[in-house]
């Protein structure tokens, strides 16, 4: 019984460092805010090659820049976790709204 125990305990260990490695790779993929003359965008790499620079907010009408550093980080983790899931790194205006992106920079203008 001890010995079965013992097995069972060295493989749940096992799969648990595995998981972790899996949740931990990002395939080099990293994301940077990056300020604006009017606001923020960002930067995604691939192995310090850029790969995507934004410079507003994706899906809404014009070249709006996003208002917070927040924002343009939120939406970058949101592409950087696409890229990472072999997804395609568009975003949708619903997903901006989901996660609360200020479309409305007065305080920029």
Do not use: W
Not at 46 to 59: L, R, S
Not at 63 to 79: H, K, S
């Amino acid at each position: 019984m001890k010995i079965l125990q013992k097995n069972t305990y060295k493989t749940l260990l096992l799969l648990l460092v595995l998981c972790t490695a899996c949740v931990e790779q990002n395939y080099g993929i990293t994301s940077e805010v990056i300020p604006l003359t009017k606001g923020f965008g960002y930067v995604i790499r691939i192995e310090e090659k850029v790969v995507i620079k934004q410079t507003f907010i994706p899906a809404v009408q014009g070249n709006v820049p996003f208002c917070t550093e927040q924002d343009a980080q939120r939406t970058a983790d949101l592409v950087t976790k696409k890229m990472i899931e072999s997804k395609g790194p568009s975003v949708t205006l619903e997903e901006l709204k989901q996660l609360q992106i200020d479309f409305n920079c007065v305080h920029l203008l």
